[in-house]
């Protein structure tokens, strides 16, 4: 199974800012003292081995993924990224209609669904795309979406075939090549979380969802829903002082991402949902926040590899 990350924050689109490319530049220029940056290999070498928090980006784009077993590919929601994928799509064949997708939509928040408009293959005559959810009335809430007061274009002039499966919760389908179940998670409105196998390996994609009690009862449900996974895709947008300013809000952080993998006997997590107010360094601090946490809660476990997902972050499972 093959996993790209189009789109990664949540709640709203943000980019990296004038001071934070400033910021990135005089720490990179400062870690290059004394080296000849004339060679051309030696700063090729140099920049390779800076911290990807310094030579790139979480990235700017709300939450979009691309997974693909052999030639299908099932698209998990439609946040701002989905129009990056979608540009991709074109360059390997969309253009020119006859292709179908897969779309899985865990909820319609805004930024789960506000780059479905700017998708160029749905517009294009030919195409196929099947989305599937939970939600009876989601054709609706897209169609609100593209209500002529908010967007220039209604649905219905997206040229594209678009229909409308409807899923049943904590129930196994089968889409393509893989086998999916949704599972409500903790989160204002309603909210699924996707397991998605493809008899070779096995993803869950857990965003947006919110554990307010962390004793084994109370988390059991959701740690036999990640169980085994290959790669769990978690919420982590808040630090622990935020999560506890923020109750109800919906979100997690990356230590409750690395405890319920280790419970869960997970093999890569991905942390997920970046707050739009967090700058790359806080990002890739709650990794090594979630790392700390696994040496100092079970001293010498290293079973599960703990990865920040950004826009552009490609993985085999």
Known sequence: MFVKFWGTRGSIPAGVSAQEIRHKIRRALEGAAGLNLEDPATLKHYIDRLPFAVQGTAGSNTTCIEVRSGEHILIIDAGSGIRLLGNDLLARGFDRGQRHADVLITHTHWDHIQGWPFFLPALVP?????????????????????????FPVPLSQMMAQIEFNLLRENTWHQIGPFR??????????????????????????????????????STE???????????????????LTEVLDKLNWGHST????????????????????????????????????????????????SGCEILVAHDGLSLEI
């Open 126 to 150: 030919g195409n196929q795309f099947t989305v599937h959810s939970p939600y009876p009335d989601l054709p609706d809430r897209l169609a609100q979406q593209q209500n002529p007061i908010f």
């Open 180 to 217: 999916v179940q949704p599972v409500r998670l903790s989160h204002p409105g309603i909210n699924y979380g996707y397991r998605i196998d493809d008899g070779q390996s096995c993803l869950v994609c857990a965003s947006d969802a919110e554990y307010k009690r962390v004793d084994p009862k």
């Open 221 to 239: 449900n959701y740690v036999e829903f990640f169980r085994n996974a290959d790669l769990l895709i978690f919420d982590a947008q808040y630090n």
């Open 254 to 301: 990356p230590m409750m991402g690395a405890e319920l993998a280790f419970r869960a006997n997970v093999k890569r997590l991905a942390l997920f949902h970046h707050d739009p107010s967090s700058d790359d360094e806080k990002v890739w601090r709650g990794k090594e926040q979630a790392e700390a946490y696994l040496e100092r809660r079970h001293p010498g476990y």
